[in-house]
């Protein structure tokens, strides 16, 4: 019986990679993929995953899984971005969450198994950001392209971050 | 200076809520959400976090971050369930990986923000997987219907999956 409340359960993740990005602060940083395009950036894969990097230069586009270290302690209602009102987190793609993972659709444009380099473009990591995970991007799966997008439908129009969400104070 | 090999950093999460779903093993659950439809579940969400899901009701679709609990050890090269070919695990999105952390996009039906639950269709996960997050689904962020999709594009026609990346022996 699974108990709903006051969940201590914890696991432990821990990088396969990590992001080599000219975003060295989040100040200025896309706050989504889409607006980051076209700058270039890194995946750096550790050497012991490289051999799961093979076939990943068959897609397009990908899917980073990122540990957002930087991000502040979450609170669970905040002014996101791309609004003037606040929001209950989980409605936001705010970086700063309970537990801090990114997800970033990013463009994929050349892959190295054996160095274990990704290059993509549209990335809105920091540099150093840790990747958890790396996955396949699929229409077929992922893409929903008339979907209602809530109060994002209606947002401002900010593409870059400022500091709320940051580390840096 | 971060090095890029033998990485030790470990960071920790812990589960905001749990699935509540019809399917109780790998075998026969659809292996993406989009096969899924019009099977509903429920995401369970702790009370110290619900306020979080304030406005979650303003989208159609959102993504929950899960904790792939029952995955076996992962291999760097596997036969995925709409392959015949051996490929690179991160060109895969078999459950079994480094960080088992699943990415869904599924149909958010309502939202009961005091009782902490969501109703949603076309779930691939099984019932008490750990949920890490949840966030809305935006076809601006998250959609990119023409993208090439690889070898997922020729793949062959299985839904549901068998038990390749099951702990179940």
């Known amino acids: 019986m699974i108990s709903y409340n006051s969940d201590m359960t914890k696991f432990t993740v821990s990088p396969i990679g990590y ?18 395009e076209p700058v270039e950036a890194e995946i750096r894969v550790s050497s ?6 093979v076939d990943l230069d068959l897609f397009d586009r990908i899917w980073l899984i990122s540990w957002l270290d930087r991000s502040r302690p979450y609170k669970l209602k905040v002014i ?5 009102k606040e929001r209950g987190l989980f409605a936001c ?7 801090p993972i990114g997800i970033s ?10 160095k274990g380099i ?11 950001t840790p990747i958890l995970d790396i996955k396949p991007y699929s ?3 992922d893409s929903f392209p008339d979907e209602p997008a809530g109060w994002l439908d209606e947002s ?8 709320r969400f940051g580390s840096e104070d």
Chains 1, 2 share one sequence.
């Not at 996101?80 to 003037?84: A, G, M, V």
């Not at 793609?93 to 537990?99: D, E, I, Q, T």
């Not at 659709?105 to 054996?114: E, Q, Y």
């Not at 401002?156 to 500091?163: G, L, P, R, V």
């Open 105 to 114: 659709s990013v463009r994929l444009l050349s892959v190295d198994v054996k």
């Open 80 to 84: 996101p971005y791309r609004d003037t």
């Open 19 to 36: 992001v080599k990005s000219p975003y060295k602060e989040q100040s200025g940083t896309p706050i989504q993929p889409s607006f980051g």
């Open 118 to 128: 990704l290059r993509v473009s549209g990335i809105d990591l920091l540099d150093r």
């Open 93 to 99: 793609r705010a970086p700063s969450r309970p537990n």
């Open 139 to 141: 229409p077929k799966f």
């Open 156 to 163: 401002i129009d900010q593409e870059t971050a400022d500091n």
């Open 48 to 53: 012991e995953f490289r051999e799961g990097l």
